[in-house]
């Protein structure tokens, strides 16, 4: 499942119609427990059930896209500048929520971030591209640790 950039939730359907939008056939008899997993992993979510997805602020947007992608119970969600646009505290959400995934539920998350610290910090594998290439590999730790990384990326940023 993805949660592509810019969001792209459905801005006239409330916040659970978008989650309905997001099941699988293959998995509605779990539907009812798949949609208690994403209000508790964004309960922001839960208090804003009937609101349409346009009405939500760019976090709780940001949230809605992610869990619209759970519901269909992926082995692997692709998620593609979940950080853009948003707010420190809204990020430090999404990337503990992105890393309670992965850690209880052993989902393969592909992230695709330009937040270097935030992303590295989360990451088991990272991957430095510029202009499309490749230009380092290595544990997230090894990476943060890295001075060429530091030096290009994290250095002058807020940790």
Known sequence: AQS?????IFPRMTVME???MGASLDNLKHY???VEKVFTLFPRLKERIGQRGGTLSGGEQQMLSIGRALMARPKLLLLDEPSLGLAPLIVKQIFDAIR???KTQGLTVFLVEQNAFGA???ADRGYVMVNGNV???GSG???LANPEVRAAYLE???H
């Open 4 to 8: 592509p950039e810019g969001r792209r």
């Open 18 to 20: 978008n989650l309905q």
């Open 32 to 34: 009812d427990e798949d």
């Open 100 to 102: 309670e995934l992965n």
């Open 120 to 122: 590295l910090k989360l």
């Open 135 to 137: 230009t380092m590999s």
């Open 141 to 143: 730790k090894e990476l």
């Open 156 to 158: 002058g940023g807020h």
